[in-house]
């Protein structure tokens, strides 16, 4: 999935499919899975429509992206 070559990009998540993975929107008005990895799922079981995360996506495949950080953290309290 993404590596070294990984797009950064910010968006919006949408909705949470299931546990560590939702449909985000991005800026240019695409929209993709992301997924936080086994060891951070418990981290985003917090994060809901509205919340702002950066995803880092494969250039290979833009339909998916890996979720890497939040950017609001101070709403979640």
């Not at 899975?33 to 429509?49: D, N, S």
């Not at 509205?50 to 290979?60: F, L, Q």
């Amino acid at each position: 999935m993404p590596g070294q070559n990984a797009i950064r990009v910010g968006g919006v998540v949408v909705e949470q499919v299931a546990a560590g993975r939702f449909w985000v929107d991005l800026p240019n008005g695409h929209r993709l899975l992301a997924y936080a990895i086994r060891a951070e799922v418990v981290h985003w079981a917090a994060t809901g429509p509205g919340d702002r995360v950066t995803v880092d996506v494969s250039p290979c495949d833009p339909s998916k992206g890996r979720l890497v950080m939040e950017d609001n953290l101070e709403s979640k309290e």
